[in-house]
């Protein structure tokens, strides 16, 4: 005995268009995929003293979709530093999940520091003017759909410096770019 079936036939673009999103569900991305971005621009003239890691206040508030994310981040931070004695600056990325206090530093070296510049003056008697525009991206999964914040962080390399460390002079402006990467 035979048996038939027969499948109602259907129109493929009706399909699809009951498909059809306002934008594409986050869980239907591939991985790799940039899901969120965050761009935030810095124009405030900041100055800092004093020694050691410093908060510059540049900070980035971001709630991740998934708990497996990858979170990509890129600062683009322009700075001054003048003085005598040796000159350099170390930076970090710094994180803390949802206001807990715990502040974790999400360095990828075997330094205190994400990303670091140097004057070359090893005497160490030259008063030298050191300013630049400082890129640079770390990666971070924090394993949390819970609010993280980003914050830049930064440390002179003399704590004896009398001078301030200036960021955004002149009309400058730094960039604090946030993405999450679905996995």
Avoid at 6 to 22: G, I, Q, S, T, V
Avoid at 71 to 96: C, P
Avoid at 99 to 128: A, E, F, K, P
Wanted: no cysteine.
């Amino acid at each position: 005995m035979t048996i038939r079936a027969h499948k109602p036939e259907f129109n493929f673009r009706e399909k699809l268009k009951e498909l059809d999103y306002a934008h594409v569900p986050y869980d239907k991305m591939p991985a790799g995929t940039i899901i969120q971005n965050s761009v935030n621009q810095y124009t405030t003239q900041l100055v800092y003293s004093g020694s050691g890691m410093i908060s510059t206040g540049i900070t980035t508030s971001f709630y991740p979709k998934f708990s497996n994310s990858q979170i990509l981040i890129t600062a683009n931070v322009q700075f001054k530093l003048s003085g005598v004695y040796d000159h350099g600056i170390g930076w970090s990325m710094r994180r803390e999940i949802n206001d807990s206090g715990t502040i974790t530093n999400l360095v990828q070296t075997n330094t205190n520091y994400d990303t670091y510049i140097w004057d070359g003056d090893s005497g160490g008697s030259t008063t030298i003017d050191l300013r630049a525009r400082i890129p640079f991206t770390v990666l971070d999964t924090p394993n949390t759909t819970e609010k993280v914040d980003y914050t830049l962080y930064f440390q002179r390399y003399q704590s004896s410096w009398s001078d301030n460390t200036r960021i955004n002079d002149n009309n400058n402006n730094s960039q604090l770019i946030v993405q999450e990467i679905k996995q």
